[in-house]
């Protein structure tokens, strides 16, 4: 049971572009929704992440827009570089530690 | 600066081998996990522990086992290993709300 939906797959945007990522959960139990970079050979890093009592959060070029009636969330990120060329994954997480991921997104930023 | 070290990065095994992946945590936390990555399949979790000597199957524990004996390390332990264990690693440690993961260990079963 997926319980973190992500979309899309895979995105091209142009250097300087807006590139965003959508997730969508179920579970209302869920109450920190991070978000994930990862370069290839490496692990994911934390790169944002919000709580659900709070609509937007923004860190540099990184936002995250949430939804809670909708129960969706969003990453944004703003004038894009090559450089932001990666994987992302969304997560939704619960329980004392316990997190469930979205299936992940390649970015590729086109110089 | 805090991590998780993964004690190989690339690992090479023969089929019906027994293979240990070791994870070592400096963040005190409490959790841990082991993840396997392929592509298109996203991250699928293998086992996880909230405590030491305690473990939990994940969603795809079949051919695998844990052990945490000390409260900074998780260990994942192929049985016997087989070619469709062929892939990249993850252990990954948590506080309350986030994770931190290592840098992965690509295994290849020949």
């Known amino acids: 049971q997926q319980q973190v939906k992500q979309s899309p797959q895979s995105l091209i945007v142009q250097k300087g572009g807006i590139s965003i990522i959508n997730c969508a959960y179920e579970?209302?139990?869920?109450?920190?929704f991070p978000w994930y970079q990862q370069f290839p050979g490496k692990g994911p890093a934390l790169l944002i992440a919000?709580?659900?009592?709070?609509s937007e959060k923004k860190e540099g070029r990184f936002t995250i827009s949430f939804n809670k009636s909708a129960k969706q969330f969003s990453l944004h990120i703003m004038d894009s570089q090559p450089g932001d060329s990666a994987t992302y994954f969304c997560?939704?997480?619960?329980?004392?530690?316990?997190?469930?991921f979205g299936d992940g997104t390649t970015l590729t930023v086109k110089p | 600066d805090v991590k998780v070290t993964q004690s190989s990065r690339y690992l090479v095994k023969r089929t019906g081998e027994k293979v240990f992946l070791e994870c070592v945590q400096d963040?005190?936390?409490?959790?841990m996990f082991w993840y396997r990555q392929d592509p298109g399949l996203g991250l699928r979790l293998i086992y996880f522990?909230?405590?030491?000597?305690?473990?939990e199957k994940g969603d795809i524990p079949e051919g695998y086992s844990v052990s945490r004996e000390k409260k900074e390390r998780f260990s994942l332990i192929l049985e016997s290993a087989s070619t469709n264990q062929t892939s990249m690693y993850l252990c990954?440690?948590?506080?309350?709300?986030?994770?931190?993961f290592g840098s992965g260990t690509r295994l290849t079963v020949v």
């Open positions: 919000i709580r659900p009592d709070v």
């Open positions: 522990s909230y405590d030491v000597k305690m473990k």
């Open positions: 963040m005190d936390h409490e959790n």
């Open positions: 997560a939704a997480s619960w329980d004392a530690g316990k997190s469930t």
């Open positions: 990954a440690s948590s506080n309350r709300w986030s994770y931190t």
């Open positions: 579970n209302t139990a869920f109450d920190y």
